[in-house]
Nanobody, 127 residues
Framework: QVQVVESGGGLVHTGGSLRLSCTAD????????VAWFRQAPGKEREGVAC????????YYDNSVKGRFTLSRDSAKNTVYLQMNSLKPEDTADYYC????????????????????WGQGTQVTVSS
């Protein structure tokens, strides 16, 4: 049974930073496309960023580009989302998603691209 676990959420002030972590029992994340999505109260889930399996290239939504950074730690089998210069509009539950098919690329536009999801970690940015 694959288990995806996010951690690192919390409450910060505007301009603060958080680092979210995503680990997965049953998958080697180096060999998977991984994405982060978020869902604010009353809104649809939206993609934030993703990292491709093929070459580790990272892609970001315009709303977070320049502020968020995705990275992988192979030794820890963990993907990180470093979030800097946080804004109140970043407040949401953040979800890690993993593609099990081995697709070389990634996408943060389509939730259907991913078939394993974590339970989410809450990020709250106060103004």
């Amino acid at each position: 049974q694959v288990q995806v676990v996010e951690s690192g959420g919390g409450l910060v002030h505007t301009g603060g930073s958080l680092r979210l972590s995503c680990t997965a029992d049953g998958f080697t994340l180096d060999y998977r496309a991984v994405a982060w999505f978020r869902q604010a109260p009353g809104k649809e889930r939206e993609g934030v960023a993703c990292i491709s399996r093929r070459d580790g290239a990272t892609y970001y939504d315009n709303s977070v580009k320049g502020r968020f950074t995705l990275s992988r730690d192979s030794a820890k089998n963990t993907v990180y989302l470093q979030m800097n210069s946080l804004k109140p509009e970043d407040t949401a539950d953040y979800y890690c998603a993993i593609d099990s098919s081995g697709a070389p690329s990634c996408s943060f536009y389509y939730t259907s691209f991913y078939d394993y999801w974590g339970q989410g970690t809450q990020v709250t940015v106060s103004s």
